[in-house]
């Protein structure tokens, strides 16, 4: 058979260790192997390798699944954003009217008394810090007691989100005086460019379903409330990215949900 | 706003749950990494049901997963000062026997599509042809990235050791 004579590729050396070889080259290939022993040992030790990669990994998939990783949390989280997110529209047109909620303009949402002192306390944290050069944070992101130490002054379980989608790195944090005189906590971010955005968590009256949008000048902020505690995330008035980060700091807090279950 | 119809979609993803974890975990080398990108993915996947018009299902969440862990790793390279804050290699590497830790490390050495293609068809059990879809290239581009992380892992463990790549 002339087949016999055409010489075996390496793509067909790699084709018959992972099973898609075709059938009629089949007996060429082993033919080939039995007599080019270099080839049969790099066929060998690929298949030792991939047997490597499947008993370092395969133990992965046999452990349970984490909470975090349930698709029925996940998918009752996904159905609250959407729902909160369509919440707020509506108020800001309501409200605010359409000029206002698509506007760059100084926007005062109709917010609760207790939401909007939050929102002001956050903003105005905001602006303080964000313009500070040499001091914006009190805490480095690098020290592992950041959040826990948050944590424990503000009385709830904090979580520092995961911006790298955005381009932001976390900096790190510090301590507010709130309302009331109770702690808040603050965690900044700043991208490669410079922009920073801050995440502010305090204790909030505020009713757990309100979701707010407001710009005041060159910050804008949205406020969420998550039982007793309110989040407000503050950056620079894009009103698309902001709200893309807010919803992904919202995914990724409401993972703390271990409440009770752990 | 979200009704699961009848199509199977949240049992199939539900499914998949297991080896996207496996895989991410490969990928990453790090197990948080890895069950943030699932998180993710799965978000992703919910978010995008509508978009889904049959198919593989497990296939999609590979594609949704490989992509987003590019658009992470883009995102670190911007800043190459950014490294994971915990990094759980350590803790790994006490358990494993040689064997394992070693073929972690000659993983670690290959870039992310070479990585990702030799993990899909190994690990996963991917065809090539499902790997090109997933990867979103040619299959001569899967067979010849395929070749190079063997060739390279190979290296590796015969003791080579080429210059660490670490694109992590």
Excluded at chain 1, 23 to 28: H, L
Excluded at chain 1, 169 to 176: A, D, K, V
Excluded at chain 2, 110 to 139: D, M, N, T
Aim: aromatic share 8%.
């Amino acid at each position: 058979m002339a087949e016999r004579n055409m010489p075996v590729t390496d793509d067909e050396l790699h084709a018959y260790v992972d099973g898609e070889l075709p059938p009629d080259r089949r007996a060429t290939v082993e033919a080939w192997l039995a007599s080019h022993p270099e080839d049969a040992a790099r066929v060998s030790s690929w298949r030792a390798h991939a047997e490597l990669i499947r008993v370092r990994y395969g133990g992965v998939n046999r452990n349970p699944v984490p909470v975090r990783l349930d698709l029925d949390r996940l998918a009752r989280a996904e159905r609250k954003w959407t729902w909160l997110t369509a919440a707020a529209i509506v108020a800001a047109f309501l409200g605010g009217g359409a000029a206002g909620w698509f506007g760059h303009d100084l926007v005062e949402e109709p917010a609760p008394p207790a939401v909007k002192s939050v929102m002001t306390e956050a903003i105005d944290a905001h602006k303080i810090y964000v313009a500070e050069v040499r001091h914006p944070i009190e805490v480095p992101a690098d020290a592992s007691h950041l959040v826990p130490w948050l944590s424990r002054r503000v009385g709830s379980t904090l979580r520092a989100p995961d911006f790298g989608a955005f381009g932001l790195r976390l900096m790190g944090g510090r301590l507010l005086p709130a309302q009331d005189g109770k702690p808040a906590a603050m965690l900044m971010y700043e991208s490669a460019s410079g922009e920073r955005y801050t995440l502010y968590c305090a204790r909030s009256a505020a009713p757990e379903t309100a979701l707010h949008y407001s710009v005041a000048g060159p910050v804008a902020a949205v406020y969420w409330g998550d039982g007793d505690v309110g989040f407000v995330v503050s950056g620079p008035p894009d009103r698309d990215r902001l709200f893309k980060i807010a919803q992904s700091a919202y995914e990724q807090l409401d993972r703390r949900i271990p409440r009770g279950s752990s | 706003m979200w009704e699961w119809d009848v199509s199977g979609f949240r049992p199939d993803v539900e499914r998949s749950i297991p080896a996207l974890r496996r895989y991410a975990r490969a990928l990453t080398r790090d197990g948080d990494v890895a069950d943030d990108l699932v998180q993710d993915t799965l978000v992703r996947a919910l978010r995008s049901e509508h978009l889904f018009h049959g198919g593989d299902v497990r296939s999609w969440l590979y594609t949704i997963l490989t992509n987003l862990n590019r658009n992470r790793l883009r995102s670190l390279s911007r800043r190459p000062a950014l490294m994971p804050m915990d990094d759980n290699d350590a803790a790994d590497m006490a358990g494993p026997e040689a064997g394992a830790r070693d073929i972690e490390r000659a993983l670690a050495t290959l870039v992310e599509e070479q990585r990702s293609a030799l993990l899909l068809v190994v690990l996963e059990g991917l065809s090539y042809r499902e790997v090109a879809e997933v990867q979103g290239v040619p299959i001569g581009t899967v067979m010849s990235r395929l070749a190079r992380a063997r060739a390279q892992v190979k290296a590796f463990l015969d003791g080579e050791r080429p210059a660490l790549r670490r694109v992590k």
